[in-house]
């Protein structure tokens, strides 16, 4: 009989999990850039956008291009990039090439940044609707490294974004979003225990740990290999409202990704989903419940707790909708045992950088 461990143990892999990362991790190894355009000179929790995210609805012909030289692009996302915000700064993309050239680690300047375009037989489901990613090409290496050291650049109260590589083997550690009554904060070790177990004996979620893990070259039994998956696991609880403005939490169950491949990533995602979990008689649901940040496209918050507005010294957008949730947002970092996504350990000095607000967008 296998004897399996406390599934409360502490989780292993803390440090590798890139969400709580912060930009500035460490010192940058070239001076920073001069440039005349004020920016908020800021370490902000790390972007962590999936590949398929970036590039969903975007058109073939950028696929293969991007496909063909994958190092070649970096992502560019602006700060509530979405239909609606392309439609009311058309020169958002343009706006952002112009600082990226007031960089100016190479001349003459080579950065090009481009609008994605739409795959033609895909819809607009909603104002927020992919595609939404610019993409940037040409650069010296230098220029790239400090873009992706700082990431997240704010420089006036319409543009901000972030920079993150198009690398496809990059995956969220969110896994599993769980609803339901049972749902609060002395409950959490009972969830992520109940999660835990049901997955160590689940067929399925095992067999294909099995051949993951087999190709992945990690050895061990299946017992072993089940394990060292779900070792990393930890749940973090969110607070949202239903469609009727009632308090809904939503535990987020998170853990490192097993793989780089993308197909056999979204079937281990698959069947995480499809475990049949239960706290006490209270059915937790898994579907249909998404963790979207509207605004910077992390899965890990929701709209209203976006961090990166919330950094002292910020000079991007604020948005009503985020700031109508401010008190609940407050609320949340108060109530003990649920995600209290802040701006906290950053390192702003509450100022920008590169030079007069009065100078922004002319570079030099
Ligand atoms: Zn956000």
Redesign the pocket.
Known sequence: MYQWPDPLDLPTAVDENLHSCMTHAKPFPHPTPTTKTAYTDASFEQRVISYNVLMGNVCKKQRDAIKADPTGFLAVVPYGAGNCYFEDNPRAHLDIQDFVRSLRFLRPTTEEISKSVRETNKDIRDCFGKPWTLFLHGGSQCLRKFLLYQQTFAISERIAFSVVPLDPNIFSWAICNLVGDGITPTLKDTILAGVKRWLWKDDAFRAHIDKVLAREGVPGSVNEQVLYVTNSYTLVLIHKKDERGNPAAIAQLRGKPITSNMANHLTYLQLVCDGNYWIALNHLKTRGQGVE?Q????DT?P?W????HQTPGWYGPKYDGAERHEDQAKRARDDDGFTTVTAQGSSSRGRGCGGQRATRGHGY
């Open positions: 940040c605004l910077c496209k992390a918050h709209t707790d976006c961090p990166l």
